[in-house]
């Protein structure tokens, strides 16, 4: 079924008003604990994360005690390396070392589920449990291109790419992990253009944090990652963003908060705790005030080591594209809440994600679609924990409609199939 978003007059109770309930149930039990909560299994789990600007709210749970406030005082919130150290250390799972969620791509949670991307293609069932941000990921490119008028449309680079296979040259472009989310806007954006992706271009995998650096010595092209890594190449002068992946579609959803299915089966209260503590945390992240701190928090050594100045400006829809072109448009700033609709876990989305990866042949095209999201999907729990903090979740469905890209194509997630036949360029048979 399909509903509309919920807007902010029915989403009855504002980033005030739960601050408010939140600063009351601190005041009137032991903690500050929330009396609509039952009693968590465990005080803590340890989580991942990239560094990247969109893994601000796990942090800023930590940092401002969001966690420990609902009963979770011994959460961890741990750096990952990559996204295949991600992989990894999830698949340990924290009592053998490793961790048991947190901030991940959002198809990883399928990738992970089916086996597709784990040693031996061994399932690992993982949960999504919700969107950590919408959009503000970036396409970037080399400055020995910025005079090509290569942009939102990718064509310039066509002929580009072309003349340089032609003398025997790799055209290599970088994502961050195959069928994550950077690779599948690197890929709808190319296509976009006429560049296929699997064939006119060499798409390899780098880690986020070493994005810049290897552009810097020309390892790429073009590459697409999360912030602050686009804004950093800017800064340095060693490329330019061609466009916001908000641009390619508005309020696309990005990272989520994932989980081992065996964590929050064996520990559903802690689940729910874990799951109000990060949401308190968007709604901390998306109020405009707290904007520079949080840019100051992320951004201190012991999270991205990073300069606040990588960080402050995309947050807001402030953009340096790096090639002449400077934007100031708030609807283009990473989102963290939206009245709900950024963290709640639209299964339509998941749909589109699936259709991609089978668009790529990263998982096979006869899948069950319905009962792979159905798995993994667990909006259940959201509401649960909205319903915990006394948000109104009456907007919420399945679905949040059709979706429309930035050419014009559209994906309808009651007829997936039909999204994927009006697509020209494609690697499944």
């Known amino acids: 079924m399909t509903l509309i978003h919920p807007t902010r007059r029915s989403f009855l109770r504002t980033a005030a008003s739960v601050a408010a309930t939140a600063a009351a149930a601190k005041l009137a039990l032991p903690g500050g604990a929330w009396a609509a909560t039952a009693t968590p299994e465990v005080t803590g789990t340890k989580l991942g994360y990239i560094a990247l600007t969109d893994s601000a709210p796990l942090i800023i749970a930590l940092e401002k005690g ?3 406030r609902h009963g979770m005082p011994d959460v961890l919130v741990e750096k990952q390396a990559s996204w295949g150290a991600t992989r990894d250390n999830m698949a340990l ?8 969620g947190g901030h991940i791509l ?3 949670v399928h990738l992970y589920s089916t086996g597709k991307v784990m040693q031996n293609n061994q399932p ?4 999504t449990l919700l969107g950590l941000n919408e959009d503000c990921q970036g396409l970037s490119v080399t400055q020995a291109y910025a005079d090509s ?11 580009i790419f072309a003349a340089r296979r032609s003398t025997g040259a790799e055209i290599p472009v970088a994502m961050t992990f195959p069928g994550g989310t950077h690779d599948l806007w690197m890929r709808y954006w190319l296509a976009a253009g006429g560049i296929d992706p699997t064939k006119d271009v060499d798409l390899i995998v780098v880690p986020p944090p070493q994005m810049v650096a290897n552009m810097k010595v020309g390892n790429m092209e073009a590459f697409c990652v999360g912030e602050p890594w686009n804004e950093q190449l800017v800064n340095q002068g060693i490329g330019f963003t061609a466009a916001t992946t908000g641009e390619l579609w508005t309020h696309h959803p990005e990272k989520v908060l994932g989980m081992r299915a065996d964590w929050v089966d064996a520990n559903p209260n802690a689940t729910i705790a874990l799951m109000m503590a990060v949401m308190e945390a968007q709604i901390w992240c998306e109020d405009a005030g707290n904007k520079d701190e949080m840019a100051e928090i992320i951004g201190r050594r012991q999270w991205y080591n990073v300069p606040v100045k990588d960080i402050s400006g995309r947050i ?3 953009i340096n594209y790096g090639n002449g072109r400077v934007v100031s448009d708030p609807s283009l700033a990473m989102k963290f809440w939206r009245n709900g609709a950024t963290s709640y876990p639209w299964k339509s989305l998941d749909s589109w994600f699936i259709t991609e990866n089978k668009r790529w042949g990263y998982l096979p095209g006869d899948l069950d679609t319905k009962a792979l999201v159905d ?3 667990r909006s259940d729990l959201w509401l649960q924990a909205a319903a915990g903090l006394g948000l109104d979740t009456s907007g919420f469905g399945d679905s949040r409609g059709v979706e429309t890209f930035f050419d014009g194509v559209t994906f309808d997630p009651a007829s997936p199939d039909a999204y994927l036949d009006s697509l020209s360029i494609k690697a499944m048979a």
């Open 93 to 100: 799972g924290s009592a053998n070392g490793g961790i048991d």
């Open 316 to 318: 807001k829809g402030e």
């Open 149 to 159: 008028g290569v942009g939102l449309d990718s064509s310039p680079l066509k002929e």
């Open 66 to 68: 969001f966690f420990a």
């Open 124 to 127: 690992l069932p993982m949960y």
């Open 375 to 377: 798995g993994t999907n």
């Open 106 to 108: 959002r198809p990883k």
